[in-house]
Each structure stands twice: as C-alpha cells, then as structure tokens.
C-alpha cells in the first residue's frame, strides 16, 4: 500500500498561486496513474486534475482550465500541482492518490477509480 504525503496548502489572496506537492511514502510513482482531487465540507470529493502512468497524458476539470498545471519530477519523486489566479471557490482540502492497476494509457478521473489517497492539504484562498 502507498501512503502518500501532500504539502504546500495555506492561505492566499485572490489572484495569487500557490504549489502543492505529493511525495510517495516508500516506492515511486513509476506505474502509477496519479490524480488530484479536492473537497470541500458537504461536498463529494471532486475531480481536479489526472495524469496516466505512461506520462503520455493529462486531463483537467473544466473549472481549472488554464489556471492549475500538474507536472511530476522524476529525480525528486513528487508531483506538483501549480494553481494560480486562485479564488475563493478554490478553497478545499486537496487530495493527491494513486491507482497501481489498469490501463498504462488511461486517465483515470473518478474517485473510485484510485487505490491510495494522501491526507490532504487545506487549501484556503481569501483577502
């Protein structure tokens, strides 16, 4: 099982940015579909950003668009998910996971669809 580990949430002004990093606790992410999510209370957890194991791909929600970027680091083993233009409907816990099985192509944007979440990251965008 992959425990995995978010960081870089805070607080931040309308219009600003902020990075959020995911670390695998023990392995890799070589193989791993990887997706970010994010909830907020009274919400189902929704879907933000994904990317296939191969590398080859990556989907964004809608509302994002434009505004978040995902990238992975191979040497340091993270992957990165770079918001900007924030605003206060941004503000959730983000959410990174995985999914070790399945399609080597495939973007994976359920939340059923993933084996293995991190704790989450609160992010809150405020003036």
């Known amino acids: 099982q992959v425990t995995l580990v978010e960081s870089g949430g805070g607080l931040v002004q309308p219009g600003g940015s902020l990075r959020l990093s995911c670390v695998p606790s023990?392995?890799?992410?070589?193989?791993?579909?990887i997706g970010w999510f994010r909830q907020t209370p009274g919400k189902e957890r929704e879907f933000v950003a994904a990317?296939?194991?191969?590398?080859?791909?990556?989907h964004y929600a809608d509302f994002v668009k434009g505004r978040f970027t995902f990238s992975k680091d191979n040497a340091k083993n993270t992957v990165y998910l770079q918001m900007s233009s924030l605003a206060p409907e941004d503000t959730a816990v983000y959410y990174c996971?995985?999914?070790?099985?399945?399609?080597?192509?495939?973007?994976?944007?359920?939340?059923?669809?993933?084996?293995?979440w991190g704790q989450g990251t609160q992010v809150t965008v405020s003036s």
């Open positions: 023990g392995r890799t992410f070589r193989g791993y579909a």
């Open positions: 990317h296939s194991a191969s590398g080859s791909s990556t």
């Open positions: 996971a995985v999914k070790g099985s399945g399609s080597y192509f495939t973007v994976y944007e359920y939340e059923s669809d993933y084996d293995a």
